[in-house]
């Protein structure tokens, strides 16, 4: 879009009030995109904020704790085998593996939105790259299941369990 208004601006030099209006209305347009993203994503920062001990449980403790909980976390942080088990996964396999399940549900509360629109999407370009005009099968159940699949194949046992096609 900002290529196509410099060449405008190249284009209509002569007539600075065309100029003055599209670039109001530009200003405008930007303006209220930024008002609509803070509608919808009201104080991001402090959500973000407020989150940061999921992100790196060593560093930022969780507001709201109760007393219990507050002693599990304390206890959770001060392991040294905690913090290299965080260093060497990923946050998922990190909250998922962990014993202290009050925190893990907290963690987890956090964490699943984030999950769930990643698979939603990958779902979604699995549909789409089945269904091209190559691939146009009505049921794509068994094809979906494939490509959505954490499950990496043994190409090697599939090959050798197949039976090659011999001389006629």
């Not at 984030?114 to 691939?135: D, N, P």
């Not at 794509?140 to 039976?163: D, F, M, W, Y």
Request: with cysteine.
């Amino acid at each position: 879009m900002f290529a196509n208004v410099d060449n405008c601006t190249k284009t209509y030099k002569a007539e600075e009030e065309y100029m003055k209006v599209t670039f109001v209305t530009i200003e405008n347009h930007l303006a209220m995109l930024a008002k609509n993203f803070k509608k919808y994503f009201p104080a991001h920062d402090k959500l973000l904020a407020s989150y940061e001990w999921v992100r790196n449980p060593f560093h930022k403790t969780p507001e709201g704790l109760s007393i219990d909980e507050e002693e599990k976390f304390i206890d959770f942080t001060t392991s040294g085998e905690t913090e290299m088990q965080f260093s060497n996964k990923s946050l998922f396999e990190f909250w998922q593996e962990e014993d202290f399940s009050a925190l893990k549900q907290r963690a987890f509360r956090i964490l699943l939105p984030f999950s769930i629109s990643y698979l939603c999407e990958t779902g979604f370009s699995a549909v789409a790259s089945l269904k091209t005009k190559y691939r146009s099968r009505l049921n794509i159940e068994t094809g979906l299941r494939v490509a959505i699949s954490n499950i990496k194949p043994h190409l090697k046992k599939l090959c050798s369990a197949g039976q090659t096609q011999g001389s006629h």
